[in-house]
């Protein structure tokens, strides 16, 4: 805007008009790429992400490869045991610091790491089902993408489909006018040679 602040000052104006050119364009790009492109660009980003950045790649790899193992049975059972692991080498240190901890008993310390391990199975259960719901949602937006693109398919082919019957019919009225305009032609033909 301008010092004035008043909307319609053609500084103004002309700023809005190179702005909504500049949508326009943008869209109209957006509209010729086709899914193709857009598949390659992302397969371009990933991988330059992928290489500047290996090692939060790798990281992620492997949580993904965590979180799916651990929505299989073997793998919660694995989890189990890590917090049953957990839960032992805390009551293990208990054992061994209760001198220093003094009136602390085993089965309070006990209590308290169960409740830790509970915790972190909870909580992994959650990053699990959390998972779970973005898959979904990932799945439900493919689905939209390939329905939008099924509806685009079916409109182009509609419009192909009326392009070419369109053309079927100018082809088939301009012959029947070439045919009419040939038989006057013969029929004055015939005229001028009979009279």
Do not use: W
Request: net charge positive.
């Amino acid at each position: 805007m301008t010092e004035t602040d008043d909307k319609n000052t053609p500084v103004t104006i002309d700023k809005r008009d190179q702005l909504r050119a500049k949508i326009e364009a943008s869209e109209r790009r957006n509209e010729q790429r086709t899914l193709a492109d857009q598949a390659k660009e992302a397969a371009g980003a990933a991988t330059n992400y992928a290489r500047e950045h290996p090692l939060t790649v790798l990281g992620g790899a492997i949580a993904v490869g965590l979180v799916i193992g651990a929505m299989t049975s073997p793998g919660r059972r694995a989890a189990r045991g890590v917090a049953t692991g957990t839960v032992n080498a805390v009551n293990s240190a208990a054992s061994s610091t209760k001198s220093a901890v003094g009136n602390v008993s085993t089965k309070q310390v006990s209590r308290f790491g169960t409740l830790i391990a509970d915790a972190i199975t909870a909580y992994g259960i959650k990053l699990i089902d959390d998972a779970m719901e973005t898959a979904q949602a990932g799945q439900d937006k493919l689905e939209d993408i390939g329905d939008s693109a099924g509806s685009k398919a079916r409109k182009l082919r509609r419009d192909a489909e009326y392009f070419a019957g369109s053309a079927a019919d100018k082809s088939r009225e301009v012959t029947r006018r070439t045919r009419r305009r040939a038989g006057r032609a013969v029929r004055d033909l015939k005229d001028k040679v009979t009279h």
